[in-house]
Nanobody, 124 residues
Framework: QVQLVETGGGLVQAGGSLRLSCGFS????????MGWFRQAPGKDREFVAG????????DYGDSVKGRFTISRDNAKGTVYLQMNNLEPEDTAVYYC?????????????????WGQGTQVTVSS
């Protein structure tokens, strides 16, 4: 059974940076498209970033383009989300997700496996 564990969340001031990590176990990471989503209180879960099996393709939500970078290290079983120039609007619980298909989807329902989430809070 695939399991995902997110780490790296915390409190940061606006303009600061954080790097989230997603540890993958129970399968072969290189066979999964990986995504990051976030959910703020009272809002729907929002696509943040996705990366293909071999890192050949990436996709980002419009609100984070140019500030966030997704990457993966299949040998280490880890997916990363580097977040720079953080804004208070980035405050949310961030989730890692795994999809066994070949296409990066921006829809949460396409992903089969989810982590428990990590809180990111950006103060102004």
């Amino acid at each position: 059974q695939v399991q995902l564990v997110e780490t790296g969340g915390g409190l940061v001031q606006a303009g600061g940076s954080l790097r989230l990590s997603c540890g993958f176990s129970g399968g072969t990471l290189s066979r999964y498209v990986m995504g990051w989503f976030r959910q703020a209180p009272g809002k729907d879960r929002e696509f943040v970033a996705g990366i293909s099996w071999s890192s050949g393709r990436v996709d980002y939500g419009d609100s984070v383009k140019g500030r966030f970078t997704i990457s993966r290290d299949n040998a280490k079983g880890t997916v990363y989300l580097q977040m720079n120039n953080l804004e208070p609007e980035d405050t949310a619980v961030y989730y890692c997700a795994a999809d066994p298909t070949r296409i990066i989807s921006t829809v949460a329902g396409a992903y089969d496996y989810w982590g428990q989430g990590t809180q990111v809070t950006v103060s102004s």
